[in-house]
């Protein structure tokens, strides 16, 4: 028995050292920001606020269009750009640390209002890391540690962060009997995160409806009819705000979908070796249901799997954005349960070391990611092999493209550019508020095209006012219109066009 006891209480010094560690890791990859996915578009967002926070257009393409980009976050980081002239990169790293700090602090909070055990949080937040599967897997709103460690510096954490603090103040609110004042607060807080990351806010409602129907028809029956009214007053602010927000309009995201499904349908991809490890915590919230069928984290997983089921179904495979609000109560019930009372000592432990296999493999899985920390050159070699190099950007461009410049450029390089402040023909990602995107990649496409001649080339470049190309070393060059400046990593080039 006192074995037994000892095991368990190490259930709480090697959680806490084993996520401060996690913490650690992910505060000197800020200091490297790995580049990656959307980095490069984040960054252009930033540059164009703090040229112009008023009317600063879009962050991609030279078109004066709004943008989903410009949330709350990001004019906080333009204006701390604008006022204390630090360059873009410095303050994406000072919006990581934000974000880290936010979302540690938040997943404590929200973990606190479904256990008392000091464990609990630290448990919770290894789970969100390492319980996922043995395929590497990383997009942003994804907590994985690969996916987290290249997405630290994105709004999406932000908006995470703010998600968990959402959901502990949502459940303290509802025990508490909170005022109208607490309600009116929360819904500001819920169109922040949907105005910061949208994706991350659909998650943020998903948890708040399960919360809120587990407390109006679990036990206690805590809402009642003066509580339902502070919700929904709660709920006219929130759409306030997400109506009056400036810089873009919210509820025109509502229809958005084209480009966007082709782009997610990658979300539906091998789901089960993504996500496999997972089953630990769906076996963690079948207990939980056999003992409330009114738990909220049984509630907020099975509205995850619904959306995420019906947008497969339907085509819509944006929906698969929501996948964490399936994944997020699974790993949180997987942690709870090691540390849940009225459990037997012997049961406890044997969940313990499940959950603690599950989490090693998973750890194992995502183990590349020192690398973004340790050279790769140190690492043995069986760590080096899951280690993937992060993109290398284009620096190497900026002594000649300046600000504002135009750049031809295909996809890849196109998520990236902007981040030196100049402009790209067509964006890197779609763009529903751009209503000649379609015209603008139909274009890059010509251009780039094996048969196209010197005149189309010229003429496109004339159109929008193109004055450099990126590209490799193969299908533009001499007599093609443009002449050599500079060679960069991977046998890129960057010409400029000949008027």
């Not at 909070?109 to 890391?129: D, E, G, Q």
């Not at 919700?231 to 109506?243: E, F, Y």
């Not at 499904?261 to 249901?289: I, K, P, Q």
């Not at 000649?436 to 001649?453: K, P, W």
Request: charged share 15%; with cysteine; hydrophobic share 55%.
């Amino acid at each position: 028995m006192s074995m037994m006891r000892g095991a368990l209480r190490s259930t709480t010094v090697v959680p806490q050292a084993v996520a401060a560690l996690v913490v650690l890791l992910l505060l000197l990859v800020i200091v490297r920001l790995p580049w990656v996915g959307d980095l490069g578009m984040h960054a252009a967002t930033v540059q164009r606020l703090r040229h112009d926070l008023v009317d600063p257009g879009n962050p991609l393409v030279d078109a004066d269009t709004p943008s989903p980009y410009y949330s709350p976050w990001m004019l906080v980081l333009g204006c701390v750009a604008r006022v204390s002239g630090l360059s873009v990169f410095v303050v994406l790293r000072i919006g990581a640390v934000v974000g880290l700090g936010l979302l540690v602090t938040g997943v404590w909070r929200y973990v606190r209002t479904l256990s008392a055990h000091r464990a609990a949080p630290a448990l919770a937040v290894l789970c969100l890391v390492f319980l996922w599967g043995t395929s590497l897997f990383e997009w942003s709103g994804f907590l994985g540690l690969n996916s987290l460690a290249l997405t630290v510096a994105y709004p999406s954490v932000f908006a995470l962060g703010l998600t968990f603090h959402f959901w502990a103040w949502l459940a303290r609110a509802l025990r508490s009997g909170a005022g109208q004042g607490a309600w009116a607060g929360l819904g500001v807080l819920w169109a922040v995160i949907l105005l910061c990351h949208q994706f991350s806010g659909v998650v943020a409602s998903l948890g708040a409806l399960a919360t809120v129907v587990a407390a109006w028809a679990g036990r206690g029956g805590r809402v009642g009819r003066g509580v339902w009214l502070r919700v929904g007053g709660g709920v006219v602010v929130g759409v306030v705000v997400l109506w009056v927000w400036p810089y873009y309009d919210f509820f025109a995201l509502v229809g958005a979908g084209g480009e966007l499904e082709a782009v997610h349908r990658g979300l539906y991809r091998e789901l089960a070796g993504r996500y496999w490890l997972v089953m630990v915590g769906v076996g963690a919230l079948v207990v939980r249901w056999r003992r409330d069928r009114w738990d909220p984290l049984v509630l907020f997983f099975v509205l995850g799997v619904v959306v995420v089921a019906v947008g497969g179904v339907s085509g819509h495979y944006s929906w698969g954005r929501a996948l964490p609000a399936a994944l997020i109560p699974a790993q949180v019930a997987a942690a709870l349960a090691v540390v849940e009372e009225g459990r037997g000592m012997r049961w406890r432990g044997v969940w313990a070391g499940v959950l603690g296999a599950a989490l090693v493999v998973g750890a194992w899985t995502q183990v590349g990611a020192v690398g973004y920390v340790v050279p790769r050159g140190v690492l043995p070699g069986v760590v080096a092999a899951k280690y993937r190099v992060p993109w290398a950007g284009y620096w190497w461009v900026t002594p000649w493209v300046k600000y504002g410049d135009v750049v031809m450029a295909r996809t890849m390089p196109a998520r990236q550019i902007p981040a030196y402040g100049a402009y790209t023909v067509a964006p890197g990602y779609p763009d529903v508020f751009l209503a000649d995107a379609g015209r603008r990649e139909a274009a890059v496409r010509r251009y780039f095209g094996a048969g196209a001649s010197v005149g189309v080339r010229r003429g496109i470049a004339a159109a929008y006012g193109v004055r450099w190309v990126v590209d490799r070393g193969t299908g533009t060059g001499r007599g093609q219109g443009v002449r050599v400046v500079t060679w960069g990593p991977g046998g890129q080039v960057l010409y400029e066009v000949v008027r």
